[in-house]
C-alpha cells in the first residue's frame, strides 16, 4: 500500500514539474509548481519528516508562491515570448542540463535504496532541527539572518528613493 501512494504521489510529482517546463501560461505553470510542492510534502512526510513536510507547505507553496503569482502578474505577459532566439544551441544545452539532472537523480535514487546505510529515525523533527540549527549551524543562520537584513534595508532604501524622485518631478512639471 504504502509503495502504490509513493508511486503515485511520485508520478504526480514528475508530472507536475514537467507541465511547469512545458506549460505555456505562466499562470498554470506557477500553479503546477504549487502542486509539485505539495506532492513533495506529501512524499517527505512519508519519510517521516513531517516538520519538513510543514515547512515545504508553508514557506514554498504559501509565500514564496504567492511571490511568483505576483511577479508573474506585473510582467503582464500579453506577448507569446520568442525563445528560439538561440536557435538550436539552447536546445542542446537544454538537453544536456536534463540528461546531466537525470544521471544525478538516478545515483541519487541507487544512493537511497542502500540496504546498509543507517536509518535516522529523529531526523525531520522540529526538535532535532531546532538542536542542530542553534548549535552545529548557528553562525550560518546568524549570518543568513543579517543578510536578510540587509536585504530589507536596500528594498527600503531604493523604494524611499524612487518614491522622492517622484514626488519631485511631480511636482516640477
Not at 512519508?46 to 508553508?58: K, T
Not at 535504496?113 to 531546532?130: C, H, K, R
Amino acid at each position: 500500500m504504502e509503495l502504490t501512494l509513493f508511486a503515485l504521489v511520485a508520478l504526480a510529482a514528475v508530472a507536475s514539474a514537467l507541465m511547469v517546463v512545458i506549460g505555456k501560461n505562466p499562470v498554470y505553470s506557477v500553479l503546477f509548481l504549487v502542486t509539485t510542492f505539495f506532492c513533495l510534502a506529501i512524499l517527505y512526510v512519508m519519510l517521516g519528516a513531517p516538520f519538513v513536510a510543514a515547512l515545504q507547505v508553508i514557506v514554498y507553496a504559501g509565500a514564496i508562491m504567492v511571490l511568483f503569482l505576483f511577479v508573474v502578474m506585473l510582467l503582464n505577459l500579453r506577448h507569446p515570448q520568442k525563445w528560439d532566439a538561440g536557435g538550436s544551441t539552447r536546445r542542446w544545452i537544454g538537453f544536456a542540463t536534463a540528461a546531466g539532472v537525470l544521471l544525478v537523480s538516478l545515483a541519487a535514487v541507487k544512493g537511497a535504496f542502500d540496504p546498509n546505510a543507517p536509518l535516522q529515525p529523529e531526523m525531520g523533527n522540529a526538535e532535532s532541527i531546532g538542536m542542530a540549527l542553534f548549535t552545529r549551524f548557528l553562525l550560518p543562520f546568524e549570518i543568513g539572518s543579517i543578510l536578510l537584513l540587509a536585504a530589507i534595508i536596500g528594498v527600503v532604501t531604493l523604494l524611499k528613493r524612487d518614491n522622492s524622485k517622484v514626488a519631485t518631478k511631480g511636482g516640477e512639471a
